[in-house]
């Protein structure tokens, strides 16, 4: 069956897809590094997903 998105459309949103499951994998594990007191690890993991949701955050209004 063929797609009526064009590839560079749809790589666009297996990207997104991707940046979706990633950041919700960290938020996870933030809670859980915050849950077993290691706030280290929890700051690094933060600071990573700071990274990986600025670009989303520039084009919010």
């Given at each position: 069956?063929?797609?009526?998105?064009?590839?560079?459309?749809?790589?666009?949103?297996?990207?997104?897809?991707?940046?979706?499951?990633?950041?919700?994998r960290?938020?996870?594990?933030?809670?859980?590094?915050?849950?077993?007191?290691?706030?280290?690890?929890?700051?690094?993991?933060?600071?990573?997903?700071?990274?990986?949701?600025?670009?989303?955050?520039?084009?919010?209004?």
């Open positions: 069956m063929s797609s009526i998105l064009a590839p560079s459309r749809r790589a666009e949103l297996a990207r997104a897809f991707e940046n979706a499951i990633r950041e919700l960290l938020r996870a594990h933030i809670e859980f590094a915050e849950a077993a007191g290691d706030t280290v690890t929890a700051e690094r993991l933060r600071e990573e997903l700071d990274e990986l949701t600025a670009p989303a955050r520039r084009w919010r209004f």
